[in-house]
């Protein structure tokens, strides 16, 4: 097994007590983290890094990385773009720069970066020692910052046609994305390291399509409704008092009615709060769906659910209407009111970020 090394990076050895007896200060898991290793002897490390690049247009195209481990480093003013899934990606001591990365199976790591405006889908997600940086983001778990300011997010908005497949082959599901729910290891009194971007940013204002011959080849959209992750609002301050929480069971074409029912509820102008794939077992289903659950039990056996919870004024009623007036024959569940509404959402989030560990 090959490795290559981020330069700056060195294997550090169990921190001691001081004199005094006082314990050091907290280590976090991607401290660790010192090498990337290329997990296949047949590989060349060099397709793999891109180091000490300035003013530059780079990046690899579908099929170029194949799950295989990516370091960035001391990049400066460049458009980086990889069009293809990783196990996992290090970006350390980058300035000014424009980043792309396709879905990432395990973490995103960056380090000492400022400046910075990137597009990225991955499991996990960790900043640190990093200030001004504005994150287009699909995340399965909380991402988190520490000794970083000014990190600014918003939710993945991108499609390509390799991309669905790319997902599918780092491990991830379009649906579970916590962009939002963020956590600061290292919270300053009256101050906040993190915030939203406004919701009518525009991503390829601030991630655009890249200009070289090569990499144009990938046809590119950042149209809200084409992006292959579903664009919700997360923790934004919600528009309405009423939400409305909807689940479609494992089946052929569940995801597509997932996408068909967000884009008839988003064109009807309602807003997608949030979006969850999970497995449930009877006893879930009982504390989700109570008096409703015989009913579905039996489908449970078939695979994840994917749950979507939208909001706005009527949204209950909207939403009940497309479902029986589109998808007549489909077994869902509806939330059946306003009042049974808020607690429907509450019950199916809690279950399904416990199930999580989120």
């Known amino acids: 097994m090959g490795c290559f090394f981020s330069k700056r990076r060195k294997a550090e050895k169990e921190p001691k007590k001081t004199e005094g007896g006082e314990k050091p200060p907290k280590q976090y898991s991607w401290d660790q983290r010192e090498k990337v290793c290329v997990l296949s002897l047949q590989v060349d490390p060099k397709d793999y890094l891109l180091s000490g690049l300035k003013d530059e247009t780079v990046g690899r195209l579908p099929g170029k990385v194949a799950g295989q481990q990516f370091l960035i480093q001391d990049c400066e003013n460049c458009n980086i773009y990889i069009f293809d899934h990783s196990a996992t990606v ?73 991309l669905a497949f790319q997902f599918k082959d780092a491990g991830l599901s379009i649906f579970n994305n916590t962009w939002s729910n963020v956590h600061d290891f290292t919270p300053v009194s009256g101050e906040l390291n993190w915030s939203l971007l406004p919701e009518d940013a525009v991503v390829q204002d601030r991630v655009p399509l890249p200009t070289t011959e090569e990499l144009k080849a990938v046809r590119i959209s950042t149209e809200a409704n084409r992006s292959i992750v579903p664009v919700s609002r997360g923790q934004r301050q919600k528009s309405s008092d009423e939400s409305c929480l909807v689940v479609l069971f494992a089946g052929d074409y569940t995801i597509a009615n997932a996408r068909k029912l967000i884009d008839e509820m988003v064109n009807k102008g309602f807003f997608l709060v949030q979006t969850k794939e999970v497995s449930m077992k009877a006893e879930d289903a009982q504390r989700v769906f109570r008096e409703k659950a015989a009913d579905f039990l039996p489908l449970l056996n078939k695979g994840p659910v994917i749950a979507l919870e939208f909001n706005g004024d009527g949204a209950v009623e909207g939403c009940q209407l497309i479902v029986n007036e589109t ?7 509806v939330s059946e009111s306003k009042e049974t509404a808020s607690a429907d959402v509450d019950s199916f989030y809690n279950f399904a970020d416990i199930q999580m560990g989120i």
């Open 90 to 162: 290090t970006i350390d001591d980058c300035t000014n720069c424009v980043i792309f990365l396709g879905p990432v199976k395990g973490s995103v790591f960056f380090r000492n970066c400022r400046d910075c405006r990137c597009a990225l889908a991955c499991q996990q997600f960790r900043v640190r020692d990093c200030r001004k940086l504005e994150v287009f983001l699909c995340c399965a778990t909380q991402p988190i910052i520490e000794s970083s300011t000014n990190i600014k997010f918003g939710c993945f908005q991108w499609y390509y046609p390799e």
């Open 327 to 333: 998808f007549n024959g489909t077994k869902m569940f």
